[in-house]
């Protein structure tokens, strides 16, 4: 290895050709980094139009509000699919600890505290039970997980009976804070939106700032080499599912703490949601990487969409229908461009 | 139109002024070149020459940006690969492009339509029989039955022959088509295609491996820089006057040559670093013992399958050690893992480094400080890494190894062979590992590449590390190695040390097995 000064060269190269070499303002490209961007700004934008309503801040603060459980989830659900894997789980975990957590407080008064104590360990073992099956059985992570999210769905209807559970009166104040209390001194929002922004700044700071997050992209992108290269594939794998089954737990909480009553299959209606916004932010990042903004860039579309139309006035079959169409479209923008490269 | 064109007969394939930009690239400068029916033609050139894109644009993945095709004598318009196969090209590809869940009968017929009954349902019988005829004309015993996935490598690239053959093809382009298969397996794919020559079918013939060019091909074509710089008949080349058209420059050094000019002797005086006691595993290693002294270049010789591989997985702990001791240093590795390996000093450049050595989608950087991380902290004992620490160290690595990439943040999915190759050898020097294990550094890798690469080798055991070399081309061992281990059916049967180390040896112990 005697070179000295080395020119890097352009892979796979000859040499410089006459065309093509000029920087050159590419509309498709841009248009497929920015998809999602642009399908979110031009909905803002129509439903301003349409209802100056929408943009008004207590709108904001609503849908905020109600997007949080929402964004807890798709955030821990961005940990998983980084590594390569799915968890379906997600929505059992979070519909039998919501169910678990005001059943012990409402039927048999116990503290709010040992009730969240026991949803948070019920959330972790679900995890790790998930992670012990996918990482260190090597079963695969969509029908395991689909597995246990049936059996929880089961088990949900166990604790519930498969009734709504509503009791606002037995409800603790300090636990009713939780989902609609407007924490001392930052008043602007209420407490979910805050735990959620919260988990968001650590989940970002764990998988783009530190030595773990490169190590759980590594695994997303080749196990075996991440492996070879000293990675402990197995615990990061794991931990993933421990880190969801927490989450899960977290929003179980918001949720009841903010309705004061515990739904059945309350999770099974975010669980598309919570995808459809990993997937969205995946495709705004410029690699399609699963990444924490992304996500919560997902989670403000969808609601920002939702918010929308119910402002309009639409009804659930229109709001679904535009709904999957505008995701759609995102996606098109994004597929557009990159089939190009 | 060509010189190479017997009189009166009409050449199969013409291609004449094609040339193919990539932005900031001339992949194919006005490549003029014709293929007679019936022949075998040598594709030989650096990674990078432009051999792929043409290829690339003979079967239709590619449009070229100018000249033509022509397929006896009419003009021929590619628009998608579907075109090449109904114009009878057929094109089996380094990394089999074959469905593992299929059979054999199916992925033979696959693309070209199954016989039906009652135009809806698929003839079984038919199509089992139909592949059976085409993959009979290879003279191989294939049950058209088997899952494609249970097939050796080399069953899998002959299956892939019968596709052709089935879908009429008059041009077989085979691309690196002896990688990763045995001595018998190679001899055998040259004899089906000498068979299909004869059969009036043009076979072009793709390889970095200049003995197969020599021994199969009857013309070579040579590219360099995205140009056809020669086309000549095969007897008028020798190995030298080949690898001069290959680099551009004058550079033909035989592997005794290299032995000899650089010195190689036998091993150094120097303690021991790495030890290996009877080492056996669930991989067919059985029993295995070596040793390895600082500055000292271990060469492990031996057929495909002999266990090569499989004997420094278990000795890395990348596969389960079920018997023996490793010792590093003096001081035995206890748990079998590979994170334990390397924290006793051990490195492991895995054999495939597509799906054991780079994460693809990384950047230069990120694969090249993966192993060491926690070295590039922003502060020691937080666990954030520090982007200006691994710039500094991807910069510095790239620098040394001249990886050519133009910037350490270029995904290394884009880099060329040689230079992935090259960020898997930059991950364990920045590792700081002091046993190196290079398990088939040069595969897919060109002639100046190679030679880089024993530089490294070279250059790490003058720094005083040890480092272990497995190599399928017996001729790179004795071009570098002090001493050569030779391994048979997972045991080592053979040991060649300084002078003694050359290829017939090697060859004679290998083969003194059976």
């Not at chain 2, 970095?208 to 590219?223: A, G, K, S």
Request: with cysteine; proline share 4%; glycine share 10%.
């Amino acid at each position: 290895m005697a070179e000295t000064n080395t020119v890097p060269v352009p892979p796979e190269s000859a040499k410089s050709g006459s065309g093509g070499s000029r920087p050159r303002f590419d509309v498709l490209s841009f248009i497929s980094t920015y998809g999602v961007f642009i399908t979110l700004v031009a909905c803002i934008v129509i439903f301003t139009v349409l209802d100056s309503d929408f943009i008004e801040i207590d709108n904001l603060r609503t849908q905020l509000g109600l997007a949080a459980p929402l964004l807890m989830l798709s955030l821990g659900l961005t940990v998983v699919l980084a590594m390569g894997d799915f968890d379906l789980s997600i929505a059992g975990t979070l519909s039998a600890s919501a169910a678990a957590i005001v059943v012990l407080m409402v039927n048999h008064d116990w503290p709010w505290g040992l009730a969240v104590m026991v949803g948070v360990a019920f959330g972790l073992g679900i995890g790790a039970i998930n992670g012990l099956l996918v990482s260190y059985v090597e079963m695969p992570s969509f029908i395991t997980t689909l597995a246990t999210f049936l059996i929880l769905l089961g088990v949900e209807y166990m604790i519930s009976d498969g009734r709504n559970i509503t009791g606002a009166a037995d409800m603790p104040d300090l636990y009713r804070d939780l989902g609609i209390g407007k924490p001392e001194p930052l008043t602007e929002f209420t407490s979910p939106v805050w735990i959620a922004a919260g988990l968001a700044i650590i989940l970002w700071l764990m998988m783009s700032k530190t030595e773990l997050g490169r190590y759980m992209y590594a695994i997303g992108g080749n196990p075996e080499a991440a492996r070879l290269s000293g990675i402990n594939v197995k615990a990061l794998r794991a931990l993933g599912f421990v880190v969801v089954g927490f989450v899960a737990v977290i929003a179980a909480v918001s949720q009841t703490a903010r309705t004061a009553s515990s739904i059945p299959r309350v999770g099974i209606s975010l669980l598309l949601s919570a995808y459809a916004a990993a997937f969205l932010g995946a495709a705004a990042s410029r690699q399609g990487l699963f990444n924490v903004p992304g996500t919560v860039l997902g989670v403000i579309f969808l609601q920002a969409v939702q918010s929308g139309l119910t402002i309009l006035g639409y009804d659930r079959d229109i709001l679904d229908i535009s709904r999957g169409s505008i995701l759609v479209l995102a996606m098109l923008l994004t597929a557009l461009g990159a089939k190009r490269r | 139109m060509t010189a190479t064109a017997p009189a009166g007969a009409a050449p199969l394939l013409e291609v004449s002024g094609v040339t193919k930009r990539y932005p900031g690239v001339l992949a194919v400068d006005d490549v003029t070149l014709s293929l007679e029916p019936g022949e075998i033609v040598g594709l030989v050139g650096k990674n990078g020459a432009g051999k792929s894109t043409l290829i690339k644009i003979i079967a239709g993945a590619e449009r070229a940006d100018e000249g033509h095709l022509q397929l006896n004598g009419e003009p021929l318009d590619l628009h998608r690969p579907h075109d090449a196969t109904v114009a009878g090209l057929a094109f089996v590809h380094q990394d089999l492009q074959d469905v593992g869940d299929l059979s054999v009968a199916e992925n033979v017929r696959m693309g070209i339509g199954y016989p039906r009954r009652l135009g809806l349902f698929v003839d079984w019988a038919e199509l089992r029989r139909q592949a059976a005829e085409s993959i009979a004309r290879l003279e191989v015993e294939i049950d058209p039955r088997q899952l494609v996935g249970k097939l050796s490598v080399a069953q899998q690239r002959l299956v892939m022959i019968a596709r052709g053959l089935a879908q009429q093809a008059s041009l077989l382009v085979l691309d690196e088509p002896s990688a990763s298969l045995t001595d018998e397996e190679i001899e055998h794919l040259f004899a089906v295609v000498r068979r299909l020559r004869d059969d009036g079918i043009t076979v072009v013939y793709v390889s970095h491996r200049l003995e197969e060019i020599f021994e199969l091909t009857e013309r070579v074509l040579v590219m360099r820089n995205g140009e056809l710089v020669a086309d000549e008949p095969t007897t008028s080349l020798d190995r030298g006057s080949l690898i001069s058209h290959i680099t551009g420059h004058e550079h033909a050094q035989t592997a005794s040559e290299r032995r000899a000019s650089r010195g190689v002797g036998g091993r150094p005086e120097a303690e021991v670093v790495l030890e290996v006691d009877g080492v056996s595993a669930d991989t067919g290693v059985r029993d295995c013992s070596f040793d390895v002294r600082k500055g000292e270049i271990l060469g492990l010789g031996g057929l495909m399958g002999s266990g090569r591989t499989e004997l420094v997985r278990a000795v890395f702990g990348a596969d389960h050690r079920k018997e023996g001791s490793v010792r590093v240093h003096g001081a035995e590795i206890s748990d079998n893992h590979p994170s334990v390996s390397m924290s006793a000093g051990l490195a492991l450049l895995p054999e495939d480094r597509k799906t054991q050595g780079n994460i693809m989608d990384f950047s230069v950087r990120n694969n090249i400080t993966l192993a060491s991380l926690d070295r590039h902290r922003v502060r020691p004992k937080t666990p954030f890494p520090s982007p200006r620490s691994e710039k500094l160290a991807a910069d510095r690595r790239i620098d040394r190894l001249s990886i050519a990439t133009p910037h350490d943040r270029q995904l290394v999915r884009l880099l060329s062979g040689g230079n992935q190759q090259k960020v898997v050898i930059a991950k364990w020097l920045e590792q700081g590992a002091d046993v190196l294990i290079f398990d088939e550094p040069t595969i897919g890798v060109d002639v100046d590449g190679k030679e880089e690469i024993y530089d490294i080798m070279e250059e790490l055991a003058a720094e005083g590390k040890a480092v272990v070399f497995i190599s399928s081309e017996f001729s790179e061992l004795v071009g570098v190695c002090h001493r050569v281990l030779v391994l048979h059916e997972g045991r080592i049967v053979g040991e060649l040390e300084g002078d003694a180390v050359s290829e017939p040896a090697i060859v004679e112990i290998c083969y003194s097995q059976h």
